[in-house]
């Protein structure tokens, strides 16, 4: 069984910076065969894709490029997002997500505030 739990969340002022993981059971993630990344939903908001590593090409939404960077640690089957100037707009639940042989696999989210 398959399962995805971020960690890192919380609350941060305008301009800091959080670290989110997604630690990985019941798959290995491999960057060559899979996609691996993050998306976030912020109320009344569809999700939408933040940062996603397709094979071996990085993408990142417009809204964050320059700010957050997505990376894998393939020892300890986890991926990251490191999130720097925050901005309030970047408030969202964030989610992990994996997709490979044609399947989704999605994390229970993990939620960030940017508020002073």
């Known amino acids: 069984q398959v399962q995805l739990v971020e960690s890192g969340g919380g609350l941060v002022q305008p301009g800091g910076s959080l670290r989110l993981s997604c630690a990985a059971s019941g798959i290995i993630f491999s960057s060559r065969s899979m996609d691996l990344g993050w998306y976030r939903q912020a109320p009344g908001n569809e999700r939408e894709l933040v940062a996603l590593?397709?094979?071996?090409?990085?993408n990142y939404a417009d809204a964050v490029k320059g700010r957050f960077t997505i990376s894998r640690d393939g020892a300890r089957n986890t991926i990251y997002l490191q999130m720097n100037s925050l901005k309030p707009e970047d408030t969202a639940v964030y989610y992990c997500?994996?997709?490979?042989?044609?399947?989704?696999?999605w994390g229970q989210g993990t939620q960030v505030t940017v508020s002073s």
């Open positions: 997500y994996v997709n490979t042989v044609g399947k989704n696999y």
């Open positions: 590593i397709a094979r071996v090409r990085t």
